[in-house]
């Protein structure tokens, strides 16, 4: 259940400038009817026993605090979500790219890909556009349909798309020298 809506909260007193009410302290004690709260309690307001305070932690601070403050980590909590498709975006629908390499280009969309990116293809035959991966915000779909139920997209996904990475090799102590020597 959603939190209530109140209405602000407004002084029974305005301000006149900052910090000057419009009514005297004395005016106030009796617009907030204080007079009548003390009248019923035989002319002393009533008072709440103190509620009891929480025991002292058994722990000990600790003797040492570090240098350095150590930052902590927010929560989080969100779950990703797989993201919306625009309803006007369908497996066939011609769209047109809007921004980068092939901006003003038609295009098939083919599948959503599970990082939420499109999968169009120009066709490359057609006007050159290859496969590849497009965000749903950079296009805008168009009423016409091309029908695409012979063509299998299961193998394309974001790992397709990934580059490989090619990890170097480290020079040891023998290479180094090597250059050196070809350098004199």
Known sequence: MAPKQGKPRVSRNPELIRGIGKFSRSK???????????????????????????????????????????KKPLVNKRKPKPTKLRASITPGTVLIILAGRFKGKRVVFLKQLPSGLLLVSGPFKINGVPLRRVNQSYVIGTSTKVDISGVN????????????????????????????????
């Open 153 to 184: 997209v299961d193998k394309f996904d974001d790992k397709y798309f990934a580059k490989e990475v090619e990890r170097k090799k480290k020079k040891g102590e023998n290479e180094f020298f090597e250059s050196e020597k070809e350098v004199r």
């Open 28 to 70: 106030m004690y009796h617009k907030r009817g204080l007079w009548a709260i003390k009248a019923k309690n035989g002319g002393v307001f009533p008072r709440h026993d103190p509620k009891p305070k929480a025991a002292a932690p058994a722990e000990k601070p600790p003797k040492f605090y570090p240098a350095d403050d150590v």
